[in-house]
């Protein structure tokens, strides 16, 4: 069994900073591509960025220049760092991660359960 435990989230004002962490734990053979993704009312959930297990990054353009990803392997945490925030990065934010598990060695998806970023104006 893998988990994906997120924190960072909260209220903050326009123009502000927030940094998300995530935590895998569990049967990990294997820790691979590590995401993010949000999911604000009313819309489908969107990918805002990624790193690979080679530490390459890919970015939404709302997240380019303002958004920064990176990841500790000895923890297997992946960290989103927010700044310039912006009344419409409010969200439901949710990390995701390809794992590996011990065991069957069968890749899947994992999610953790979400966190609430919001931003006023």
């Known amino acids: 069994q893998v988990a994906l435990v997120e924190s960072g989230g909260g209220l903050v004002q326009a123009g502000g900073s927030l940094r998300l962490s995530c935590a895998a734990s569990?049967?990990?053979?294997?820790?691979?591509?590590m995401g993010w993704y949000r999911q604000a009312p009313g819309k489908q959930r969107e990918l805002v960025a990624s790193?690979?297990?080679?530490?390459?990054?890919n970015y939404a353009d709302s997240a380019k220049g303002r958004f920064t990803i990176s990841r500790d392997y000895a923890e297997n945490t992946v960290y989103l760092q927010m700044n310039s925030l912006k009344p419409e990065d409010t969200a439901v934010y949710y990390c995701?991660?390809?794992?590996?598990?011990?065991?069957?060695?069968?890749?899947?998806?994992?999610w953790g359960q979400g966190t609430q970023v919001s931003v006023s104006s």
């Open positions: 569990g049967s990990i053979f294997r820790l691979n591509a």
């Open positions: 995701n991660a390809v794992v590996t598990p011990r065991g069957s060695g069968i890749v899947g998806q994992y």
């Open positions: 790193i690979s297990s080679g530490g390459s990054t």
